[in-house]
């Protein structure tokens, strides 16, 4: 047990890049949101280990293979690292909705496998996503959740989520702003009334 882990965890689509409703199926279709790569490099140079748990049902579905998966990631990495960043390990649940997993978030098991790999308790580690599926995995798995208004619920009023979100849930415009906020160069996080 490393008690000096400094671990961040992040979803990909809508926190780090572009999310599409078509899926990002090649490295051309991969576009990182504004400052996203410079954000990650920051954490790393804090010392913070970053860590991905994705979903990746369009592997399920038959969208795009194993290869393809591995070439956007790949584009991902070679981009981050221009930038003086990296992502220490990628998780991705490769299941379709109706297979039953539990690895899909909702569900947890991505940040049980973390858990699991770093021989760390997740409790308190910042968890980074942009949907509400985020942050129930996030709660589930022990994490912090920070929600970035970045992806799909890129309209929800930070100051009034929806009571399906976990009561702890911070908000922030985007992945630079929760940097800010974990290095302490800004204020709190957005204080959520219900």
């Given at each position: 047990?490393?008690?000096?882990?400094?671990?961040?965890?992040?979803?990909?689509?809508?926190?780090?890049n572009r999310a599409s409703e078509e899926f990002v199926k090649s490295p051309e279709e991969w576009h990182p949101l504004p400052g996203a790569l410079e954000a990650i490099s920051?954490?790393n140079h804090a010392g913070f280990h970053v860590v991905l748990a994705t979903n990746q049902s369009g592997l399920g579905r038959g969208l795009f293979d194993m290869a393809a998966?591995?070439?956007?990631?790949?584009?991902?990495?070679?981009?981050?690292?221009?930038?003086?960043?990296?992502?220490?390990?990628?998780?991705?649940?490769?299941?379709?909705?109706?297979?039953?997993?539990?690895?899909?978030?909702?569900?947890?098991?991505?940040?049980?496998?973390?858990?699991?790999?770093?021989?760390?308790?997740?409790?308190?580690?910042?968890?980074?996503?942009?949907?509400?599926?985020?942050?129930?995995?996030?709660?589930?798995?022990?994490?912090?959740?920070?929600?970035?208004?970045?992806?799909?619920?890129?309209?929800?009023?930070?100051?009034?989520?929806?009571?399906?979100?976990?009561?702890?849930?911070?908000?922030?415009?985007?992945?630079?702003?929760?940097?800010?906020?974990?290095?302490?160069?800004?204020?709190?996080?957005?204080?959520?009334?219900?």
């Amino acid at each position: 047990m490393n008690a000096h882990l400094k671990l961040v965890i992040l979803d990909r689509d809508g926190t780090i890049n572009r999310a599409s409703e078509e899926f990002v199926k090649s490295p051309e279709e991969w576009h990182p949101l504004p400052g996203a790569l410079e954000a990650i490099s920051r954490l790393n140079h804090a010392g913070f280990h970053v860590v991905l748990a994705t979903n990746q049902s369009g592997l399920g579905r038959g969208l795009f293979d194993m290869a393809a998966l591995n070439a956007v990631h790949a584009h991902m990495l070679k981009t981050l690292a221009a930038l003086g960043g990296r992502i220490d390990a990628i998780f991705y649940c490769p299941h379709a909705a109706e297979e039953g997993c539990s690895c899909r978030k909702p569900a947890p098991g991505l940040l049980h496998q973390i858990e699991e790999r770093y021989g760390h308790s997740l409790s308190g580690v910042p968890y980074v996503g942009d949907s509400l599926r985020d942050m129930l995995a996030a709660q589930a798995g022990g994490c912090r959740p920070h929600l970035v208004l970045s992806g799909r619920h890129a309209m929800v009023d930070p100051t009034r989520l929806p009571p399906e979100f976990p009561v702890q849930t911070l908000v922030h415009a985007d992945l630079g702003a929760f940097v800010d906020h974990l290095l302490g160069e800004t204020g709190p996080a957005e204080s959520l009334s219900r």
